[in-house]
């Protein structure tokens, strides 16, 4: 996550709207350079709206030439409410106990962290969906690298739970490139898991949200499943009466229609 002037100075940033200072410019800069020297570098990026990630994302793309399909605020950090801008020493116990013993409560003037993570896995299953059989690049924020980290250690658990000391650790370098393959259909049962949740004190049941403010900085590359060469594809995304996303592939022969997801 390239430097803003709040983790320059070690404070937790939540949805405080800051951007890059020149350091972190020249880091974003940096990793687009690394993007670009990986095996085969992303066909699109995909970014969070909060301002240090849009402006890394910009940079990125004017360093490598890859588009940047898309600015969502699904991909946005933890809402921490009065917590940002505070010290991250002192924020970083308070993080982990809503996480792990009270994550259906909001932080004050925040979000829980079910409603967190739930928001988060949806945002990254829209966009896979959306970017189907490419390689995309997210750029997005420390506190959701560190829970795709902690959810791989966890072995990918349907049920959305995690590597509690995993989550636990430090963010990585400033304006570090990371890749990371993750399994869709794990990755949809966790986010049902969540839907099934009460959160914020509303149920989630049957695609019911409870109504929460819409929805760094880490680009992790990630990986989808190529189709075979020489095929052509046709993706259709859906979704059933309970908001699950629905993936289909039509290949050119009419029968040969598989469902992914």
């Not at 991909?75 to 993080?95: C, D, E, M, Q, V």
Request: hydrophobic share 35%; glycine share 8%; charged share 30%.
């Amino acid at each position: 996550f390239p430097v803003t002037i709040l983790n320059k100075d070690n404070k937790s940033r939540g949805w405080q709207d800051v951007g890059l200072i020149e350091e972190g410019k020249k880091q974003a800069e940096r990793a687009g350079q690394e993007l670009m020297d990986e095996g085969a570098p992303p066909e699109v990026l995909v970014s969070s709206d909060l301002k240090r990630a849009k402006q890394t994302a910009e940079i990125v793309s004017e360093t490598t030439a890859i588009p940047l399909a898309e600015i969502t605020d699904g991909l946005r950090t933890w809402n921490i409410g009065k917590l940002a801008g505070k010290p991250t020493s002192k924020n970083k116990a308070i993080f982990q106990d809503y996480a792990l013993n009270k994550p259906d409560e909001p932080v004050p003037g925040g979000e829980s962290f079910h409603a967190y993570q739930k928001r988060f896995f949806n945002g990254l299953l829209q966009t896979f969906a959306k970017y189907h059989g490419r390689r995309i690049a997210i750029v997005t924020h420390h506190r959701n690298w560190r829970l795709l980290k902690a959810w791989a250690e966890g072995g990918y658990r349907k049920d959305a739970k995690f590597d509690a000391a995993e989550f636990d650790k430090g963010g990585p370098e400033s304006g570090s490139v990371h890749e990371i393959s993750i399994p869709i259909d794990n990755l949809q049962d966790a986010v049902k898991t969540l839907r099934g949740k009460k959160i914020n004190g509303a149920s989630y049941k049957n695609g019911v949200q409870a109504q929460l403010p819409l929805p760094p900085v880490i680009n992790v590359t990630v990986p989808i499943t190529m189709p075979k060469r020489g095929v052509e594809v046709t993706t259709v995304t859906k979704h059933d009466q309970n908001g699950r996303i629905l993936e289909y592939e039509r290949r050119e022969v009419d029968e040969s229609i598989n469902r992914l997801q």
